[in-house]
């Protein structure tokens, strides 16, 4: 682990496999062992709705989808730390649109990492916004495997532990699952504060239920 002094540790810190803030283009963090690298024409993203039915996403598909290439961020509350990469991507409702998942019935998704423990979940709402990504390239350049590559999830109007590295699988729920650092206690909620949202140039994400807004 590489630490500075200008990043706020949290009190689990011991508990990353992987902590490197003395990266280029952002920082390298894994709270389990990575998993073996995978090249990005072998990668495919097996997307489960809640009756099973399954649809299989891969490379091939992705190339023949509208590109999307931007600066987006990627805010840390937990580290105190954020940054504002060009990303390349396909959105999300996009990909699901063009493999034909309704996810009918399902209120969450849960998206899994290839490292065979973390994954973090999404009210189906949230899922839908146009701005969320799956990023495979970075600067012009394949992600790479340290930062989640060949594929990861990209919420930028969230904290960043909700955008999954080595993203592996996505499955819809009628319940939410919710995710490993909630589970683990480390977070109680994936909002951003005042301070990430002005970093960031994002806008706050809220739902609407029964007439009342809450934060997720």
């Known amino acids: 682990m590489v ?6 540790y949290p009190k689990f810190k011991d508990q990353f496999a992987a902590m490197d803030f003395e990266t280029e283009l952002l920082p390298v963090l894994s709270l389990y062992p990575m ?3 995978k ?10 709705e809640i009756t099973g039915n399954t649809r299989v996403a891969d ?21 105190n730390w954020s940054e504002t990469p060009t990303v390349t991507g396909v959105r999300l409702p996009v990909l699901l649109d063009s493999l034909g998942i309704e996810m009918k019935g399902a209120r969450f998704l849960s998206f899994y990492s290839a490292d065979g423990m973390y994954f973090e979940t999404l009210p189906r709402a949230l899922a839908n916004d146009p701005r969320v990504l799956l990023v495979y390239e ?10 989640g590559g060949p594929v990861r999830l990209w919420v930028p109007f969230l904290q960043g532990y909700k955008s999954v590295k080595w993203l ?30 002005e970093r960031a140039g994002v806008v706050v994400a809220r739902m609407s239920t029964g007439g009342a807004s809450v934060e997720v």
């Open 168 to 197: 592996s699988q996505v499955r819809g729920f009628v319940r939410d699952p919710h995710g490993i650092k909630r589970l683990l206690g480390q977070s109680k909620t994936s909002v951003l504060g005042a301070p990430g949202q």
């Open 35 to 37: 998993p073996e690298p």
């Open 138 to 147: 970075i600067e012009g350049q394949r992600l790479p495997h340290e930062l």
């Open 59 to 79: 490379w091939v598909h992705l190339e023949t989808l509208p590109k999307v290439q931007e600066p987006t961020p990627l805010v840390c509350q937990i580290f």
């Open 39 to 48: 090249a990005l024409e072998d990668w495919s993203l097996p997307i489960t």
């Open 3 to 8: 630490h500075r002094p200008d990043v706020r």
